[in-house]
């Protein structure tokens, strides 16, 4: 500790001194656990000290003063100068470790919080068992430049997710488009996935999927939402049939939502109350919903898009 270094040097020097050694240097130690450190929080206990220090060198410079010519004086607390120094020194880095420990502390327990909650709400989505799903997608930009730059790319995949009869669907995504909509539209498709109760269920699945791309502006002046939806109908194609294989091909809109249209929506593009906006800190909500059905409507198409039909494929 350095109030005991101090307190040495004093006492070295007060042997050299023609009056008694000085008894006006007294101090009492910081308390101090197994490692050295005080027991108190280290910033607090680097103040306290400071103080002792401050204390112990008034009165020993007092008392030197008093004993030793202007030349020795000087060199006495040029010499107490350098401990003190060296101590503050010693001080400033333990408070800027400390301080680095701590932002590392609250960065992984931030990091931990927010793998808590994605693993809640993963959770919560996986056990859905209504035919439906919402898929909170992250880094748009980063993954749409990764799959223009990747000829392979495969698309994205959402967990699975079930309908009340008991079919098993994920979605299908590709930032930057597939088939007709490559390089300028979202695609986004459905799979109707293999499951141990296939020889119970009717074949092919006969019904209606929406596919919507949810509104993001949380502006309070908004009365509603403006989530753009496209619906469509099954078909008798190998893609609604019973699976003999893990999942069966994708069907969907390849030209799902275009790039410019979410370009024009995007939450750092200025926008009021009135206008929709579906990007947000690079951030995309798509849902789908499938519902078992033998009579519904086979096309719908959102008054929020343009009016040109998607390609369905």
């Not at 699975?160 to 098993?168: A, I, K, S």
């Not at 088939?179 to 996935?193: A, D, M, R, Y």
Request: with cysteine; glycine share 4%.
């Amino acid at each position: 500790m350095i109030v005991e270094r101090l307190a040495a040097e004093w006492k070295l020097i007060s042997k050299a001194l023609p009056n008694p050694p000085l008894k006006a240097i007294e101090f009492n130690p910081i308390p101090t656990d197994v490692e050295g450190k005080p027991t108190e929080k280290n910033v607090t206990g680097a103040i306290d000290e400071l103080k002792s220090l401050e204390l112990l060198t008034r009165a020993g410079l007092r008392t030197a003063s008093e004993n030793l010519s202007i030349p020795e004086m000087s060199l006495v607390a040029d010499r107490a100068l350098r401990v003190v120094l060296d101590e503050v020194l010693f001080m400033q880095q333990r408070v800027e470790s400390d301080r680095k420990l701590v932002l590392e502390r609250k960065r992984m327990l931030d990091d931990l919080i927010d793998e808590t909650v994605n693993q809640y709400q993963a959770a919560q989505q996986d056990m859905r068992e209504d035919g439906k799903r919402i898929w909170k997608i992250k880094d748009v930009s980063k993954l749409k430049q990764r799959e223009s730059n990747d000829p392979n790319y495969e698309g994205l995949f959402s967990e699975r997710f079930q309908t009340p009869e008991g079919y098993q669907f994920r979605m299908r995504v590709f930032l930057n488009g597939t088939g007709q909509g490559k390089g300028t539209h979202i695609s986004v498709f459905i799979q109707l996935c293999r499951t141990d109760y296939d020889d119970v269920l009717v074949y092919p699945f006969q019904g209606h999927c929406s596919i919507t791309l949810y509104d993001q502006n949380t502006n309070p002046l908004r009365s509603k939402k403006e989530h753009y939806t496209v619906k469509f109908k099954s078909n008798n194609s190998s893609c609604f049939q019973k699976p003999s294989v893990e999942y069966n091909p994708e069907n969907g809109v390849a030209e799902f939502v275009s790039h410019d249209f979410l370009g024009q929506h995007e939450s750092a593009v200025p926008c009021d109350h009135n206008t929709p906006v579906y990007v947000s800190g690079d951030v995309i909500y798509i849902g789908v919903e499938i519902e078992y059905s033998i009579n519904k409507i086979s096309k719908f198409f959102s008054s929020a898009a343009n009016k040109t039909p998607p390609i369905l494929h």
